[in-house]
């Protein structure tokens, strides 16, 4: 079963906007991470946002954590058409390591 | 190496046949993890090692599925007796251990099997 839950599963915007996609999950965990995949490939660990945090900033990335609502939201800013591609996110448990649960997706699309 | 690895890229298999699967991971990552993905889906966990402990094999669908980690390095997925449903990529991906300063997953490329 999946422990994350992406909103919304496709996304299309123009170059320039900002693009927003949100994660809710189900048990408490250690941290939770975003990762981007192009064509179907390999992933790309993207930012790591620890339970203790709220809110972490990457470049044109933003991530929020919310721990009382089991959820967190990834912003891109200012996208660009090399921003299209898949955006996951993954819960590590408190317990159970650092093995990740990836939740199903959202599909970002950037037109240019 | 520099990167997660990989091999093959690309499998065609007859329905009924083993195939095998290897990922070499970063040097020096301790954990190294399998997860499959369906076209259009999330990933699925499948294993998972750590160290010299004994794997997590709580994901593996059926008794079909085996995977070994040798020599805390290269490991190797193996699929008997493959259906059409195993089609998908799988996909490998290492990083350090807990404790170790754990900051996310390296991925392979994956390997694209599909089973005719």
């Known amino acids: 079963s999946q422990q994350g839950e992406e909103d919304p599963q496709a996304l299309s915007i123009q170059e320039g906007e900002n693009a927003t996609m949100n994660c809710s999950y189900k048990?408490?965990?250690?941290?939770l991470q975003w990762y981007r995949q192009n064509s179907g490939r390999g992933l790309v660990h993207l930012i790591l946002?620890?339970?203790?945090?709220r809110e972490k900033h990457s470049g044109r990335l933003r991530v929020t954590l919310d721990t009382s609502k089991k959820s967190s939201s990834l912003l891109i800013t200012a996208s660009r058409a090399a921003d299209t591609a898949s955006y996951f996110c993954?819960?590590?448990?408190?317990?159970?390591?650092?093995?990740?649960?990836f939740g199903g997706g959202t599909r970002l699309m950037v037109k240019p | 190496g520099a990167g997660v690895s990989q091999s093959p890229s690309n499998k065609v298999t007859e329905k009924g046949k083993d195939v095998e699967l290897r990922c070499d991971p970063i040097?020096?990552?301790?954990?190294l993890y399998w997860y499959r993905q369906s076209l259009g889906q999330g990933l699925e966990f499948l294993i998972y090692?750590?160290?010299?402990?004994?794997?997590?094999k709580s994901g593996l669908p059926s008794d079909r599925f085996s995977a070994e980690r040798t020599g805390g390095s290269v490991s190797t997925l193996t699929i008997q007796r493959t259906q059409q449903e195993d089609s998908a990529v799988y996909l490998c991906?290492?990083?350090?251990?807990?404790?170790?300063?754990?900051?996310?997953?390296?991925f392979g490329s994956g390997t694209r099997l599909t089973v005719v």
């Open positions: 991906a290492s990083s350090l251990g807990p404790g170790q300063g754990f900051a996310g997953y390296t």
């Open positions: 946002i620890r339970s203790n945090e």
């Open positions: 090692f750590q160290g010299n402990s004994a794997p997590d």
């Open positions: 993954a819960t590590a448990p408190l317990i159970a390591g650092n093995m990740l649960t």
């Open positions: 040097s020096g990552h301790t954990a």
């Open positions: 048990t408490s965990i250690n941290n």
